[in-house]
Structure formats: structure tokens, C-alpha cells
């Protein structure tokens, strides 16, 4: 039997005689992934309820500290189309701000899963007049590393 496999979502196996046979798989967040600024992050297993941790390791940082990895916790909506949601939020161990990410899976045009998302960044700030200018916000794509 020869595979033409997608990472997930529809896929199809060759049987005896050159039929196909679909199948459908989740969109599985576990693994490395690394976004178009350069940020990687790791998930580790996704729970039966679609749950997930990590650590995210940011490639661009506006705080004066050194970069570190940072924790990240999530929720992924699990579907029967592969292509879920997803939700997480990563604690800056190095400077005062947290970040909210959420997205979905995607289906790339080779095949490869690609993650699209979108993101809050809230930074503290030392007064509520400075409140304008306390959350920024964004767009990365990821993709599977390895």
C-alpha cells in the first residue's frame, strides 16, 4: 500500500489495484513549529479534551531584558475535518506582558499543515491614562519544523 498523505485532514492510500481510499485525520499541534518572524515553539501532548502546554521561544522581543523561553497553555477545538482552532496564551517570562494567540489549521498547498493565526500583546503599564497604548496586536503564520 503506497501513502499520499497529508499531514492531516483528507489523505489518501493507495490500495491493490491503483483505488484510493480517503481517510481523515486531526490536525495534531503537537511538535515544533516556527512562525515567519523566526519564533519557534514547542507543544507537547494534546489531552483527550484537546488541552496542550509548551514553551514559545520569541526571535523578537521590545523588552530590555534578555529573551527566555516562556510557558505557553492552550485549548485546541477537535473536529472531524482536521482543520481545528486553536487557542493559547504565552506568559513573558522576561518582561511584564502576556500574549494571547488563536488560529486554525490549515492545509498548505504542498500539503503541509500551516498554522494562521492572530495575536494580542498586552504590556503593563504604570497609569490608566497609558492604557491607549498598552496592547498590540498581529498576524503570524507557522509551520511544522522537521
Given amino acids: 500500500m503506497g501513502r499520499g498523505l ?18 481523515s485525520l ?4 503537537t511538535g515544533w513549529w516556527e512562525n515567519d518572524l523566526g519564533s519557534k515553539m514547542h507543544v507537547s501532548k494534546v489531552d483527550s479534551q484537546g488541552n496542550f502546554s509548551g514553551k514559545y521561544y520569541t526571535a523578537v522581543s521590545s523588552a530590555q531584558k534578555p529573551i527566555e523561553p516562556s510557558p505557553l497553555i492552550g485549548s485546541q477545538h477537535l473536529d472531524e475535518d482536521g482543520q481545528c482552532t486553536f487557542g493559547f496564551t504565552v506568559n513573558w517570562k522576561f518582561s511584564d506582558s502576556t500574549a494571547v494567540f488563536t488560529g486554525q489549521c490549515f492545509a498548505g498547498e504542498g500539503g503541509e499543515e500551516v498554522l494562521q493565526s492572530t495575536w494580542l500583546l498586552r504590556e503593563k503599564v504604570d497609569s490608566l491614562p497609558s492604557d491607549w497604548k498598552a496592547t498590540r496586536t498581529g498576524h503570524n503564520v507557522f509551520t511544522r519544523l522537521g
Fill in 6 to 23: 497529508s499531514p492531516w485532514g483528507r489523505g489518501c492510500v493507495q490500495a491493490a489495484l491503483g483505488t484510493c481510499l480517503l481517510i
Fill in 26 to 29: 486531526q490536525c495534531d499541534l
